[in-house]
Protein backbone atom coordinates (compact mmCIF):
# COMPACT_ATOMS: atom_id res chain seq x y z
CA UNK A 1 0.00 0.00 0.00
CA UNK A 2 3.26 2.39 0.38
CA UNK A 3 3.21 3.29 -3.18
CA UNK A 4 1.34 2.43 -6.24
CA UNK A 5 2.89 -0.35 -7.91
CA UNK A 6 2.76 -1.65 -4.55
CA UNK A 7 -0.94 -1.90 -4.11
CA UNK A 8 -1.48 -5.28 -4.88
CA UNK A 9 -3.79 -6.37 -1.82
CA UNK A 10 -7.41 -8.28 -2.96
CA UNK A 11 -9.84 -8.14 0.10
CA UNK A 12 -11.01 -11.43 0.00
CA UNK A 13 -10.04 -14.61 1.85
CA UNK A 14 -6.62 -15.78 0.32
CA UNK A 15 -6.16 -19.45 2.68
CA UNK A 16 -7.63 -22.33 1.01
CA UNK A 17 -8.41 -24.71 4.16
CA UNK A 18 -7.60 -27.77 1.84
CA UNK A 19 -5.71 -28.57 -1.50
CA UNK A 20 -7.79 -28.00 -4.79
CA UNK A 21 -7.77 -30.57 -7.02
CA UNK A 22 -5.52 -31.82 -8.99
CA UNK A 23 -2.94 -29.06 -7.55
CA UNK A 24 0.51 -29.95 -9.26
CA UNK A 25 3.86 -27.68 -8.75
CA UNK A 26 6.34 -27.29 -12.06
CA UNK A 27 9.25 -25.38 -12.91
CA UNK A 28 10.02 -24.22 -16.58
CA UNK A 29 12.84 -21.68 -17.52
CA UNK A 30 11.48 -18.41 -18.26
CA UNK A 31 11.66 -16.73 -21.36
CA UNK A 32 13.10 -13.49 -19.45
CA UNK A 33 15.97 -14.55 -17.73
CA UNK A 34 18.37 -17.07 -16.74
CA UNK A 35 16.77 -17.80 -13.43
CA UNK A 36 13.71 -21.03 -13.41
CA UNK A 37 10.55 -19.55 -14.04
CA UNK A 38 7.76 -19.67 -11.28
CA UNK A 39 4.26 -22.05 -12.57
CA UNK A 40 2.30 -23.22 -9.97
CA UNK A 41 -1.31 -24.87 -10.87
CA UNK A 42 -4.23 -25.49 -9.50
CA UNK A 43 -7.78 -26.84 -9.60
CA UNK A 44 -8.35 -24.01 -12.26
CA UNK A 45 -6.07 -21.09 -12.25
CA UNK A 46 -2.38 -20.83 -12.39
CA UNK A 47 0.30 -18.83 -11.01
CA UNK A 48 3.17 -17.76 -13.68
CA UNK A 49 5.71 -15.00 -14.12
CA UNK A 50 4.71 -11.74 -16.16
CA UNK A 51 5.24 -11.55 -20.24
CA UNK A 52 5.94 -8.43 -22.18
CA UNK A 53 2.16 -9.32 -23.84
CA UNK A 54 0.52 -8.87 -20.96
CA UNK A 55 0.52 -4.98 -20.06
CA UNK A 56 -3.03 -4.88 -21.97
CA UNK A 57 -4.28 -7.68 -19.05
CA UNK A 58 -2.66 -5.62 -16.57
CA UNK A 59 -4.18 -2.51 -17.84
CA UNK A 60 -7.78 -4.22 -17.42
CA UNK A 61 -7.02 -5.10 -13.61
CA UNK A 62 -5.60 -2.24 -12.52
CA UNK A 63 -7.57 0.52 -14.71
CA UNK A 64 -10.68 -0.33 -13.19
CA UNK A 65 -11.18 2.04 -10.32
CA UNK A 66 -13.35 -0.57 -8.65
CA UNK A 67 -10.09 -2.98 -7.98
CA UNK A 68 -7.96 0.12 -7.36
CA UNK A 69 -10.38 2.20 -4.86
CA UNK A 70 -10.11 -0.76 -2.23
CA UNK A 71 -6.16 0.57 -2.52
CA UNK A 72 -6.47 4.14 -2.18
CA UNK A 73 -4.96 4.67 -5.64
CA UNK A 74 -6.36 6.18 -8.75
CA UNK A 75 -6.04 3.54 -11.48
CA UNK A 76 -3.29 2.89 -13.56
CA UNK A 77 -2.71 4.43 -16.75
CA UNK A 78 -1.06 2.25 -19.45
CA UNK A 79 2.67 3.52 -18.72
CA UNK A 80 2.01 2.29 -14.96
CA UNK A 81 0.75 -1.09 -16.52
CA UNK A 82 3.90 -1.32 -18.39
CA UNK A 83 5.95 0.14 -15.06
CA UNK A 84 4.71 -3.03 -13.29
CA UNK A 85 5.10 -5.46 -16.09
CA UNK A 86 8.65 -4.68 -16.32
CA UNK A 87 9.50 -4.46 -12.62
CA UNK A 88 7.88 -7.76 -12.39
CA UNK A 89 10.42 -9.37 -14.74
CA UNK A 90 13.34 -7.53 -13.35
CA UNK A 91 12.40 -8.96 -10.04
CA UNK A 92 12.74 -12.53 -11.66
CA UNK A 93 15.87 -11.82 -12.62
CA UNK A 94 17.56 -11.00 -9.78
CA UNK A 95 19.74 -13.14 -7.69
CA UNK A 96 18.85 -14.25 -4.52
CA UNK A 97 15.15 -13.75 -5.92
CA UNK A 98 13.15 -11.70 -3.02
CA UNK A 99 10.32 -10.37 -5.58
CA UNK A 100 7.68 -12.86 -6.61
CA UNK A 101 5.12 -10.52 -8.85
CA UNK A 102 3.43 -12.93 -10.90
CA UNK A 103 0.25 -13.39 -13.41
CA UNK A 104 -2.61 -15.17 -12.00
CA UNK A 105 -4.37 -16.95 -15.65
CA UNK A 106 -7.47 -19.41 -16.06
CA UNK A 107 -5.42 -22.63 -17.30
CA UNK A 108 -8.52 -23.60 -19.11
CA UNK A 109 -8.09 -20.47 -21.62
CA UNK A 110 -4.44 -18.79 -20.80
CA UNK A 111 -6.55 -15.62 -20.13
CA UNK A 112 -4.86 -13.19 -17.31
CA UNK A 113 -7.07 -12.46 -14.20
CA UNK A 114 -5.24 -11.22 -11.49
CA UNK A 115 -1.82 -9.98 -10.08
CA UNK A 116 -0.05 -11.91 -7.18
CA UNK A 117 2.67 -11.08 -5.19
CA UNK A 118 4.95 -12.46 -2.62
CA UNK A 119 7.72 -10.38 -1.23
CA UNK A 120 10.16 -11.91 0.65
CA UNK A 121 12.04 -9.45 3.95
CA UNK A 122 15.31 -8.31 3.99
CA UNK A 123 16.55 -11.20 5.37
CA UNK A 124 20.61 -9.98 5.53
CA UNK A 125 20.77 -8.80 8.91
CA UNK A 126 22.66 -11.74 10.97
CA UNK A 127 24.31 -11.30 14.90
CA UNK A 128 21.50 -9.34 16.54
CA UNK A 129 19.48 -11.04 19.48
CA UNK A 130 15.99 -10.58 17.53
CA UNK A 131 15.65 -10.92 13.72
CA UNK A 132 12.90 -8.97 12.36
CA UNK A 133 11.40 -10.51 9.38
CA UNK A 134 13.39 -13.50 9.29
CA UNK A 135 11.54 -15.95 6.87
CA UNK A 136 8.77 -13.81 6.35
CA UNK A 137 7.35 -12.43 3.13
CA UNK A 138 3.80 -9.72 1.98
CA UNK A 139 1.46 -11.26 0.01
CA UNK A 140 -0.57 -9.56 -1.80
CA UNK A 141 -3.20 -9.97 -4.70
CA UNK A 142 -5.91 -7.72 -6.78
CA UNK A 143 -7.99 -9.32 -9.61
CA UNK A 144 -9.98 -8.34 -12.64
CA UNK A 145 -13.18 -6.52 -10.82
CA UNK A 146 -14.90 -9.46 -13.02
CA UNK A 147 -13.63 -11.85 -11.25
CA UNK A 148 -14.08 -10.96 -7.67
CA UNK A 149 -16.12 -12.73 -5.75
CA UNK A 150 -16.11 -16.07 -7.33
CA UNK A 151 -14.29 -18.13 -5.14
CA UNK A 152 -10.87 -17.39 -7.05
CA UNK A 153 -9.17 -15.73 -3.88
CA UNK A 154 -9.32 -18.78 -1.96
CA UNK A 155 -7.27 -21.06 -4.45
CA UNK A 156 -4.93 -18.30 -5.20
CA UNK A 157 -3.92 -18.00 -1.60
CA UNK A 158 -3.78 -21.33 -1.51
CA UNK A 159 -1.10 -21.68 -4.51
CA UNK A 160 0.69 -18.75 -2.50
CA UNK A 161 0.91 -20.75 0.22
CA UNK A 162 2.88 -23.50 -1.68
CA UNK A 163 5.06 -21.23 -2.83
CA UNK A 164 5.94 -19.51 0.58
CA UNK A 165 5.79 -22.37 2.89
CA UNK A 166 6.50 -25.49 0.50
CA UNK A 167 8.96 -23.96 -1.87
CA UNK A 168 10.69 -21.12 -0.25
CA UNK A 169 10.26 -22.69 3.59
CA UNK A 170 8.82 -19.65 5.25
CA UNK A 171 7.79 -18.99 8.77
CA UNK A 172 5.53 -16.26 8.34
CA UNK A 173 3.19 -14.77 5.44
CA UNK A 174 1.49 -11.68 6.10
CA UNK A 175 -1.26 -9.70 4.09
CA UNK A 176 -3.02 -5.97 5.03
CA UNK A 177 -5.98 -4.57 4.71
CA UNK A 178 -8.19 -1.34 4.30
CA UNK A 179 -9.99 -1.12 7.38
CA UNK A 180 -13.46 -0.41 5.76
CA UNK A 181 -13.34 -3.75 3.90
CA UNK A 182 -15.30 -5.60 7.46
CA UNK A 183 -16.64 -8.33 5.10
CA UNK A 184 -12.89 -9.20 3.73
CA UNK A 185 -11.58 -9.39 7.44
CA UNK A 186 -14.02 -11.67 8.47
CA UNK A 187 -13.73 -13.74 5.49
CA UNK A 188 -10.09 -14.20 6.04
CA UNK A 189 -10.34 -15.08 9.64
CA UNK A 190 -12.60 -17.94 8.19
CA UNK A 191 -10.12 -18.84 5.95
CA UNK A 192 -7.76 -19.40 9.13
CA UNK A 193 -5.44 -15.78 9.07
CA UNK A 194 -4.86 -14.44 12.33
CA UNK A 195 -5.25 -10.69 12.73
CA UNK A 196 -2.17 -8.98 14.46
CA UNK A 197 -3.49 -5.19 14.53
CA UNK A 198 -4.05 -2.13 13.12
CA UNK A 199 -1.38 -0.27 11.57
CA UNK A 200 -1.94 3.68 12.20
CA UNK A 201 -1.20 5.64 8.79
CA UNK A 202 1.18 2.71 7.29
CA UNK A 203 0.35 3.35 3.97
CA UNK A 204 0.52 7.00 1.99
CA UNK A 205 -0.56 7.31 -1.66
CA UNK A 206 -1.20 10.44 -3.48
CA UNK A 207 -1.11 12.41 -0.43
CA UNK A 208 -3.30 10.59 1.63
CA UNK A 209 -2.55 8.85 4.36
CA UNK A 210 -4.07 5.10 5.29
CA UNK A 211 -4.66 3.06 8.36
CA UNK A 212 -3.93 -0.81 7.74
CA UNK A 213 -5.26 -3.78 9.00
CA UNK A 214 -2.89 -6.86 9.06
CA UNK A 215 -3.33 -10.20 9.11
CA UNK A 216 -0.80 -13.39 9.17
CA UNK A 217 -0.63 -17.23 9.09
CA UNK A 218 2.33 -19.19 10.35
CA UNK A 219 3.91 -22.65 9.09
CA UNK A 220 2.52 -24.31 11.94
CA UNK A 221 -1.21 -23.32 11.21
CA UNK A 222 -0.19 -23.72 7.04
CA UNK A 223 0.95 -27.35 8.19
CA UNK A 224 -2.20 -28.07 10.10
CA UNK A 225 -4.58 -26.31 7.21
CA UNK A 226 -2.51 -29.18 4.95
CA UNK A 227 -3.00 -32.30 7.12
CA UNK A 228 1.06 -32.08 7.41
Known sequence: MTERLEAEREQTPLWAPREPR?????????????????????????????????????????????????????????????????QAREGARRTPRSHYRLGVSEIATGELIGSAKLIVEDQSAEGGMVRVGYRSAEVGLALRADRVSVGHSVEIGFLLGVLGFDRLGLHRIWSGFMPSNIAAQRAIEKAGMVREGRLRHYGHVDGVWHDIVQYSILEDDWKALRGY
Open 22 to 86: QTRLDERPPPVSEQRAVLIEGATLRLREFLPSDVDGVLDIFGDPRTTREFGMPPFRRPDAAALVE
